[in-house]
């Protein structure tokens, strides 16, 4: 490991006379071309300011935190409708004036390091840090705010000193700005506690307030945030072509932050997820924030480039990682989400329950996927195509009532149902050299998922699954928590730490969007936390959507998207479903390659691969582990076209995915090795595709090229395509 380390500490204590001197303090980042100017505003308020080649990014934006003032006996109650203004917040209990500057240390920072699995297999983490630490005379309290800066973008965060005055304390709300210069475009989804599926709206910031309310579509676990909030990471660009994308990392034993965009100020400032009393933060010093980042571009590749989320994370705990494997997978899954089957054994819901179950007095209802017959198709479909996994949904009691409780009928994860021979299916699994993944779907009863965590997991164990897909469907249990405040952002890394004790891998679902805990838990191979494919039997995905996740949803890791699929009409595998997948079949095979993620799923069902066997043969080979990996196009809603590297072998892969209307690439290969000839299969879409009207047609056709070689390639409205390149 590459490892320098320069700290160049310039400790500088206040005294009346530095005072003015200390309180603005300029940051410059590695090359010099990002500066951070921090000053103190007239009310002794820490702000900040971002530029580029002296150019504005962000405008002078004001940090700081409001807690929640601890009264006799009884704390104030939350008001969830309005952001404080800075002259009402609570003298006593502000994080936010008053303060003077004491000690300023400046330090920078250059380790190469190497991910248990990623997009390249090292990284670079560079930057200048700058902690300053801050000293409020009036109620006699220490903060630090740490600043980092790398060459492609801005961290800060609050640390809280273990001292007297600042111990336990309740966060009422961080004030964290981003002051925007221009009426930038955004890619943004509507803020909510409890999930991200949602589609994305391009707009203008001024524009955002009045899209907000069209975009929230009413449903049980959809619980709005603030007045104008959208969620991150939040993609802009701004009207002279510069990418800023906004985020955090490293979101531990705190509440996930919304922005808030006051159109008056076009600023953006933080809002917290709360807790069921409204609070959004119980903190014990010494304690820190998450980081919150800035990352900016001068162009779209550069986001998707960038490593600052993962960066900002700590190194693995993990020790020994031999256990950690990159997977790729098949699953009992599609049929039940399209409809044709069913994860419930029967639709009689009254004649269950949850272990005492008599199933000789049971009717099936003759749906059943989950059975051993059919799920040993999937492993020997898996065995003969070189899957690694097949994950099988449905398999244990209690999917008659899992959505809603109306009996109360919650998993245990420890029981089967009657035709789902555990034992019998681990020994097949295990001839075939497949493995089995788990599937703990907990309906969101967070507190009896933890009460039964050992036992399922040791039953993982003793049954051969080393990866678990666990669901968050529904509202909190207790009522009144959300999926992203700080007590279920504790759940989730509870489960991804025990999980590592029992050397199991964790793909969440429904959980909270992923901050780069993966640097530091690589266990953690997958997340949703965003519309996955499941949305597209449930009337689709906007055409555009993958071309904006990587600038949104993956910035913060991977997603467990689930490609792969090959019949685009819903109603042939369930007549009463309507739905239609908005893409082409190239695109489908595309997304291997641009939805980077350490586990990728061949979710359509082994028939549908079987009509199509050349085309099949792209996800059979493509790697799920990377040494390289290049963003050759990258606009929001229109194209990415990404190259990487296998890890394992000098085979590249390209795949690219496009918006409405379709794309013309020029593709340059000089990302080969000079000198050297490979055969590339390019998988494209055909003359007549569109994803409307022609998704299945295709072409293939190989071709030797070398790193002198351009291809010009067509993409078809909602289309793709993929090169394999040996
Ligand atoms: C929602 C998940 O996203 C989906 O993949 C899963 O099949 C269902 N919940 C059931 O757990
Ligand atoms: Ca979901």
Redesign the pocket.
């Known amino acids: 490991m590459k490892r320098v380390l320069t700290i160049v500490t310039l400790i500088l204590h206040s005294s009346l006379f530095t005072l003015h001197v200390l309180s603005a303090q300029t940051l410059q980042s590695p090359d010099g071309r990002l500066a951070m100017h921090f000053a103190l505003n007239g009310e002794g308020r820490p702000t900040y300011r971002l530029e580029l080649d002296g150019r504005a990014v962000i405008g002078t934006s004001g940090l700081g935190l409001e807690l929640k003032r601890e009264q006799a006996g009884r704390q104030e109650t939350f008001d969830n409708t309005q952001h404080t203004e800075a002259s009402t917040i609570d003298q006593k209990a502000d994080l936010m004036t008053g303060f003077t500057v004491g000690a300023v240390d400046k330090t920078s920072f250059d380790e190469t390091w190497q991910p248990v699995w990623g997009e390249e297999s090292e990284i670079r983490n560079h930057y200048t840090e700058m902690a300053v630490r801050l000293h409020q005379t009036k109620n006699d309290r220490d903060i630090l705010i740490r600043f980092r800066l790398f060459n492609d973008g801005l961290a800060l965060r609050y640390e809280f000193p273990d001292q007297r005055n600042l111990t336990y304390f309740v966060i009422r709300e961080e004030h964290t700005e981003f002051a925007m210069t221009g009426d930038h475009w955004a890619w943004w989804i509507p803020g909510d506690y409890d999930t991200q599926e949602y589609a994305y709206t391009k707009s203008r910031l001024s524009e955002i307030r009045s899209k907000l309310p069209a975009a929230i579509t009413p449903n049980a676990s959809q619980t709005p945030a603030g007045p104008t909030c959208v969620q991150t990471a939040l993609q802009l660009k701004t009207d002279d072509g510069l990418y800023i994308n906004l985020h955090e990392a490293a979101c531990i034993d705190y509440a996930t932050m919304h922005l808030d965009y006051n159109e008056r100020t076009r600023t953006f400032e933080s809002w917290l997820t709360p807790d069921c009393r409204g609070d959004k933060g119980y903190l014990q010093t010494p304690c820190q924030s998450p980081w919150r980042t800035i990352i900016v571009g001068r162009t779209g590749a550069d986001i998707l480039a960038s490593r600052m989320t993962l960066n900002l994370n700590e190194p693995c705990r993990i020790e020994d990682t031999s256990w950690i494997r990159p997977t790729k997978y098949i699953g009992v899954?599609w049929e039940?989400?399209t409809g044709r089957s069913q994860?419930a054994y029967t639709n009689d819901v009254t004649s269950v329950k949850l272990g005492q179950t008599d199933y000789n007095k049971v009717k099936p209802n003759g749906k059943h996927a989950a059975n051993t017959a059919h799920v040993k198709e999937y492993i020997d479909f898996a065995a003969q195509h070189g899957f690694d996994a097949v994950l099988v949904?449905g398999w244990n009691e209690g999917w008659e009532d899992?959505f809603g409780h109306q009996k109360d009928l919650v998993f245990d994860f420890v029981t089967p149902y009657p035709d789902f021979d555990v034992k019998a299916i681990h020994q097949y699994a295990a001839q075939k050299g497949v493995k089995m993944i788990m599937?703990h779907?907990t309906s969101s009863s967070a507190r009896n998922y933890e009460r039964h965590l050992d036992q399922a997991y040791q039953f993982m164990v003793d049954n051969g699954y080393p990866a678990v897909?666990s669901?968050y469907?529904g509202d909190i249990v207790p009522r009144g928590e959300h999926h992203y405040g700080q007590w279920m952002n504790n759940h989730y890394l509870y489960c991804i730490q025990k999980a590592a004790q029992y050397r199991i891998m964790v793909n969440a679902?429904?959980a909270v969007r992923p901050t780069g805990l993966c640097r530091t838990y690589p266990n953690m191979i997958g997340n949703?936390s965003a519309r996955?494919t499941?949305y597209e039997a449930f009337g689709g995905n906007t055409v555009e959507h993958t071309t904006i996740l990587p600038f949104t949803r993956l910035i913060g890791g991977p997603m467990d998207y689930?490609p792969g699929i090959f019949e685009m009409d819903c109603s042939k595998l369930s007549p009463t479903n309507d739905s239609k997948v908005r893409s082409t079949l190239a695109r489908q095979l595309a997304l291997y390659v641009t939805m980077y993620s350490p586990l990728q799923m061949a979710a359509d069902l082994p028939e549908n691969y079987e009509r199509f066997p050349d085309a099949f043969q792209f996800i059979k080979d493509v790697p799920v582990d990377w040494q390289r990996s290049l963003y050759l196009e990258a606009e929001p809603g229109e194209v990415v076209t990404i190259a990487r590297q296998d890890k394992h072998s000098r085979d590249w892969y390209v795949g690219s995915t496009v918006g409405q209307g379709g794309h013309d690439t020029a593709l340059s290969l000089s990302f080969l090795e000079p000198g050297r000839t490979y055969e590339a299969t390019i998988y494209q879409d055909g003359k007549d595709a569109d994803w409307e009207k022609n998704p299945q047609s295709y072409v293939i056709w190989k071709k030797k090229v070398t790193a002198k070689t351009r291809l010009k390639l067509h993409s078809a409205s909602g289309g793709g395509f993929a090169i394999s390149i040996k």
């Open positions: 899954w039940m989400i994860w949904e899992w599937h779907e897909k669901g469907v679902h429904e949703e996955g499941e689930t």
